[in-house]
T-cell receptor, first 112, second 116 residues
Framework: DQQVKQNSPSLSVQEGRISILNCDYT??????FLWYKKYPAEGPTFLIS?????DKNEDGRFTVFLNKSAKHLSLHIVPSQPGDSAVYFC???????????FGKGTKLTVNP | GAGVSQSPRYKVTKRGQDVALRCDPI?????LYWYRQALGQGPEFLTY????????KSGLPNDRFSAERPEGSISTLTIQRTEQRDSAMYRC??????????????FGDGTRLSIL
């Protein structure tokens, strides 16, 4: 039972364009959401997060949007750069728990 | 060190042997987490500590798995009588504060465990 779903295994975009990575969740008790970026042979690196009391959080080229009614969040990268090519994981944490529940990841390729 | 450090990076052992995986969290981080990651999947929670106290071990698959953090810093994940199904990437993470605070978890590069 996948509580956090990333339905696109891969995404390819052109350098300079927008990358949009999507994530859906099923547990309405999740109150904190995170995006991680992972390069080969390295651990996941924290990118950006959002609390359930917000619907948007921005950090430089990265913006996360949260739609609680749809149980959906997305990560926007603008403009995309070749160095953004990596696997992106969406993760969620339930209120009162410290356990992160991860999606399976989306592999982003940014073409020069 | 600057980040979460895990050792060894790779461990190959025969079925039935015990293994101990080590995690050195970011200095000053209160909380420490263990996850296991299979190929093509995201990390799956095993257990976590606040300081030296094990707060949640609900993700440990069975009683062959145990973890400790005796002085509230370095942690060891031990797997006894290893089986082939234990082969995976084991990841450790740490965060600055414990329960109820929105602090991200920072991951190490993991230990790749292979059971022959």
């Amino acid at each position: 039972d996948q509580q956090v779903k990333q339905n696109s295994p891969s995404l390819s975009v052109q350098e300079g364009r927008i990358s949009i990575l999507n994530c859906d969740y099923t547990n309405s008790m999740f109150d904190y959401f995170l995006w991680y970026k992972k390069y080969p042979a390295e651990g996941p690196t924290f990118l950006i997060s959002i609390s359930s009391i917000k619907d948007k959080n921005e950090d430089g080229r990265f913006t996360v949007f949260l739609n609680k009614s749809a149980k959906h969040l997305s990560l926007h990268i603008v403009p995309s750069q070749p160095g953004d090519s990596a696997v992106y994981f969406c993760a969620a944490r339930r209120f009162g728990s410290e356990k992160l529940v991860f999606g399976k990841g989306t592999k982003l390729t940014v073409n020069p | 060190g600057a980040g979460v450090s895990q050792s060894p990076r790779y461990k190959v052992t025969k079925r039935g042997q015990d293994v101990a995986l080590r995690c050195d969290p970011i200095s000053g981080h209160v909380s420490l987490y263990w996850y296991r990651q299979a190929l093509g999947q995201g990390p799956e929670f095993l257990t976590y500590f606040n300081y030296e106290a094990q707060q949640d071990k609900s993700g440990l698959p069975n009683d062959r798995f145990s973890a400790e953090r005796p002085e509230g810093s370095i942690s060891t994940l031990t797997i006894q009588r290893t089986e082939q199904r234990d082969s995976a990437m084991y990841r450790c993470a740490s965060s600055a504060s414990g329960t109820g605070r929105n602090q991200p978890q920072h991951f190490g590069d993991g230990t790749r465990l292979s059971i022959l």
